[in-house]
């Protein structure tokens, strides 16, 4: 586990004050500002594991129907970035092509002459050339393209033509949303990023949690005598709150949009990885509360407490959405 300097210079009881008017702002600013956002174009950085990240920026600007952030999501979806998963219902590799459909609309996306669908140099491709085929299919449907595409997808290009757009099954309509609200997790904003109006009450939670001794693995459960790890932690806060995060650091990374550094907000969640990268090397993460501090549960020995966030394996920020929360995969085919 990575350590930290304890926050040097400032008390607790200044520490705390400096707490009670940043969490005072944010629910400031969230009142005030609302659900406006920026339009989201492109890949955020660090968003993609970098063995893919050319590819998905490549591939996923083939038809106007996609976009890199969107096929990233329907990837991340599908394998979680595992190019040997593989499901109970043989859909194979990082795009999940069961083997009728990779027969059918697999491509050579690489040229070496083989279509590979353990190859993600052929499947982030036929992942891509496939939705662009549904979306040819149901261009002539009312509605957007990209829902048409993402449900065509789900339910097939009949079902989309049939009904005029998105069918009404409640699994399509899940599926759509699930894969447009991930895409914010993985594009670059343009302009900043809506405010958390959730984010004042999960900070009081870990503020109440300071000075608890760190727990691995720790879920704060009165079996572990009210102890968190740093991923323990960031989940009770947001659990606090009515969200509910996946228990595993790198998995909370795309609960919602990335902030810039000079944009982080009290509430958003800061991440620390070995490879800046690769989000899928996160190791730690911590609950900004401003001032370029967070409250987090650091390591074995110590006791959950602020620090400073500005180290050199620090990978980002994640705005916590609940449809963010809700949208991402709980389990990733093995």
């Not at 829902?147 to 399509?172: C, D, K, S, W």
């Not at 990023?193 to 879920?219: D, H």
Request: proline share 7%; aromatic share 10%.
């Amino acid at each position: 586990m990575r350590k930290y300097w304890v926050a040097g210079g400032i008390g607790a009881g200044l520490m705390l004050g400096l707490l009670g008017l940043l969490v005072i702002g944010t629910y400031t600013v969230a009142a005030s500002l609302g659900g406006a956002g920026g339009r989201a174009v492109g890949l955020a950085k660090g968003a993609v594991p970098a063995a893919y990240q050319s590819l998905v920026q490549k591939w996923g600007t083939l038809c106007p129907a996609i976009n890199p952030a969107l096929l990233a999501a329907q990837l991340y979806q599908e394998s979680g970035w595992n190019a040997k998963a593989q499901s109970p219902a043989d859909a194979q590799g990082i795009a999940q092509f069961i083997p009728g459909t990779w027969q059918t609309h697999g491509i050579d996306g690489n040229g070496d002459g083989k279509r590979d669908v353990w190859d993600p140099e052929d499947a982030i491709p036929s992942a891509a050339s496939y939705d662009c085929e549904l979306a040819r299919y149901v261009k002539d449907a009312p509605g957007d393209d990209t829902h048409n595409m993402l449900a065509a997808y789900n339910a097939g290009a009949y079902r989309v033509i049939q009904h005029n757009g998105v069918p009404p099954f409640r699994e399509t309509q899940n599926y759509v949303k699930t894969i447009t609200t991930l895409a914010k997790s993985f594009a670059a904003p343009v302009g900043r990023v809506a405010p958390s109006r959730q984010a004042a009450a999960a900070i009081y939670f870990a503020q109440e949690k300071l000075g608890t001794k760190y727990l691995w693995g720790g879920n704060g459960t009165p079996e572990q005598g009210g102890r968190f790890d740093c991923s323990g932690l960031t989940k009770a806060a947001y659990h606090s709150v009515g969200i509910e995060l996946p228990r595993v650091a790198n998995d909370q990374w795309n609960a919602g949009p990335h902030p810039k550094r000079d944009e982080l907000l009290p509430g958003d969640l800061v991440f620390f990885a070995y490879d800046l990268n690769d989000p899928r090397s996160i190791h730690h993460v911590g609950l900004y509360v401003g001032g370029g501090y967070m409250i987090n549960a650091p390591y074995t020995g110590a006791v959950i407490r602020f620090d400073k966030i500005d180290t050199p394996d620090y990978i980002g920020a994640t705005r916590v959405t609940s449809d963010g929360a809700k949208a991402l995969p709980r389990a990733n085919p093995a």
